[in-house]
């Protein structure tokens, strides 16, 4: 059996604090489909069962006091009616994630304001959606007005906005609700020497640039998901308080009336445990991923693993292996080396054997290519660029289409 409970509670209006079933499925028994009692053998039994669960339903909601929604699978196992029934159960989570096509990745927020006889400022979030214990990216940008002017502080709060709309047990009447709490805190320190920009690249003006990455909550006692069902509406806002030291002295403070807003979202690659709590996971289990899963956000690289044999032909493709020292040779003995030294000792083997029957060449067919022929011939790109490069159809001079490189190894074999 599967049942679904949604909690809703405010100690100030016990007509509104009430559970309220919401999904409900049983399955036939496994063992007898009658009353008639069967006995099993002693050993270990397995029942595989599944459950499509409809396209609407609801996700879980944890880590709030006002409400929750929680799924429980249950099993039982019926011994008789003098007998004491024996059952678990066990709690299971479900999340809407974000597809990878979503507005939220593409969308950025920014806030561009002039404070008055002071600086001009903006400040934007790159990206609106953040994974759930992951960072959310912050840009700010700073150009005073006035001489002597500086940033003494920055303030950065994260906060969660949760709104609560719900009828009483007999839809007498509809209550509402709304709290806010403050997530996270940040305080950014601003650097003279690094953060100071002689021509900021966006406006061309000198001011400073500071960009902070905002590490989220790992637990769901701290911070939940965005999300609005059931009467349930949560949602994020970033807001910013800017401390100003005047040419004077004194200090003048600015809070941004407006705040950005910033989705967080449960990622599948980032699992929960049963207390709400980020489960960290090894570079292995990371990679064991499928191809509906939402990609980690953007400039985080928490997911990303570096091949360690193949970093260095890959970061020196512009130099020989003779120009290698003895020390790097020694050390280029993983599978990646390997499957380079096979790849070349194949194709000099290859090269080697088709000299012998290579025509020879006449030098008066290069007298029929024009210089221009001659210099684009001559440019020879790096791995990197022809990698990045779309593949265009190379014609002959007789406008005879050039083979792809499998047709030509298949005929040539």
Same mark, same amino acid.
């Given at each position: 059996?599967?049942?679904?409970?949604?909690?809703?509670?405010?100690?100030?209006? *016990?007509?509104? =604090?009430?559970?309220?079933?919401?999904?409900?499925?049983?399955?036939?028994?496994?063992?007898?489909?009658d009353?008639?009692?069967?006995?099993? *053998?002693?050993?270990?039994?397995? #029942?595989?069962?599944?459950?499509?669960?409809?396209?609407?339903?609801?996700?879980? %909601?944890?880590? /709030?006091p006002?409400?929750?929604?929680?799924?429980?699978?249950?099993?039982?196992?019926?011994?008789?009616?003098?007998? !004491?029934?024996?059952?678990?159960q066990?709690?299971?989570?479900?999340? !809407?994630?974000?597809?990878?096509?979503?507005?939220?990745?593409?969308?950025?927020?920014?806030?561009?304001?002039t404070?008055?006889?002071?600086?001009?400022?903006?400040?934007?979030? *790159?990206?609106?959606?953040?994974?759930?214990?992951?960072?959310?990216?912050?840009?700010?940008?700073?150009?005073p007005?006035?001489?002597?002017?500086?940033?003494?502080?920055?303030?950065?709060?994260?906060?969660? /906005?949760?709104?609560?709309s719900?009828?009483?047990?007999?839809? &007498?009447?509809?209550?509402?609700h !709304?709290?806010?709490?403050?997530?996270?805190?940040?305080e950014?320190?601003?650097?003279p020497?690094?953060? #100071?920009?002689?021509s900021?690249?966006?406006?061309?003006?000198?001011g #400073?640039?500071?960009?902070?990455?905002? *590490?989220?909550?790992?637990?769901?006692?701290?911070?939940?998901?965005?999300?609005?069902?059931?009467? /349930?509406?949560?949602?994020?806002?970033?807001? /910013?308080?800017?401390?100003? !030291?005047?040419?004077?002295?004194?200090?003048?403070?600015?809070?941004?009336?407006m705040?950005?807003?910033?989705?967080?979202?449960?990622?599948?690659?980032?699992?929960?445990?049963?207390?709400?709590?980020?489960?960290?996971?090894?570079?292995?289990?990371?990679?064991?991923?499928?191809?509906?899963?939402?990609?980690?956000?953007?400039?985080?690289h928490?997911?990303?693993?570096?091949?360690?044999?193949?970093d260095? #032909?890959?970061?020196?493709?512009?130099?020989?292996?003779?120009?290698?020292? =003895?020390?790097? =040779?020694?050390?280029?003995?993983?599978?990646?080396?390997?499957?380079?030294?096979s790849?070349?000792?194949?194709t000099?083997l290859?090269?080697?054997c088709?000299a012998?029957?290579?025509?020879s060449?006449?030098?008066?067919?290069?007298?029929?290519?024009d210089?221009?022929?001659?210099?684009?011939?001559?440019k %020879?790109?790096?791995?990197?660029?022809?990698?990045?490069?779309?593949?265009?159809?190379?014609?002959?001079?007789?406008? &005879?289409?050039?083979?792809?490189?499998?047709? =030509?190894?298949?005929?040539?074999?």
């Amino acid at each position: 059996m599967i049942q679904t409970n949604v909690a809703r509670s405010w100690l100030s209006d *016990p007509g509104v =604090a009430h559970k309220t079933s919401v999904l409900k499925h049983t399955w036939p028994p496994f063992v007898s489909a009658d009353e008639r009692a069967v006995t099993l *053998p002693a050993g270990n039994y397995e #029942w595989p069962f599944e459950y499509m669960l409809p396209g609407d339903t609801p996700e879980s %909601v944890e880590g /709030i006091p006002e409400a929750s929604i929680t799924y429980t699978v249950k099993a039982t196992i019926s011994r008789g009616k003098l007998v !004491r029934q024996l059952s678990t159960q066990k709690q299971l989570r479900i999340i !809407r994630t974000l597809l990878p096509e979503s507005l939220e990745f593409m969308h950025s927020m920014s806030i561009d304001r002039t404070w008055v006889g002071k600086v001009d400022y903006s400040v934007a979030i *790159p990206t609106k959606a953040a994974v759930f214990g992951g960072c959310a990216m912050l840009d700010m940008r700073f150009s005073p007005l006035v001489k002597g002017l500086e940033i003494a502080r920055i303030t950065v709060t994260l906060a969660e /906005i949760r709104e609560f709309s719900v009828h009483s047990r007999h839809y &007498i009447y509809t209550r509402e609700h !709304r709290v806010q709490r403050t997530v996270s805190k940040w305080e950014v320190d601003i650097s003279p020497e690094q953060d #100071w920009q002689d021509s900021i690249e966006s406006t061309g003006r000198q001011g #400073w640039v500071v960009n902070k990455k905002l *590490p989220l909550p790992k637990r769901l006692r701290e911070c939940i998901q965005d999300l609005e069902i059931h009467g /349930i509406k949560v949602h994020h806002k970033v807001r /910013i308080s800017i401390s100003i !030291r005047n040419p004077d002295g004194h200090l003048s403070q600015l809070k941004l009336d407006m705040a950005l807003p910033i989705y967080i979202f449960i990622s599948p690659n980032m699992p929960l445990d049963d207390q709400g709590n980020l489960v960290e996971q090894s570079p292995d289990s990371i990679y064991a991923q499928t191809d509906t899963a939402v990609p980690p956000e953007y400039g985080e690289h928490v997911l990303d693993q570096l091949y360690e044999d193949i970093d260095s #032909w890959q970061n020196r493709d512009t130099q020989s292996e003779s120009d290698l020292p =003895a020390s790097n =040779a020694s050390s280029s003995n993983g599978p990646g080396y390997a499957v380079l030294r096979s790849n070349q000792d194949t194709t000099e083997l290859s090269q080697q054997c088709d000299a012998t029957h290579t025509p020879s060449y006449n030098s008066s067919d290069a007298s029929s290519l024009d210089e221009n022929e001659l210099y684009e011939l001559s440019k %020879v790109p790096t791995y990197r660029t022809a990698v990045r490069t779309p593949l265009r159809p190379q014609l002959h001079p007789d406008n &005879i289409r050039l083979p792809d490189y499998e047709t =030509a190894a298949a005929n040539t074999t």
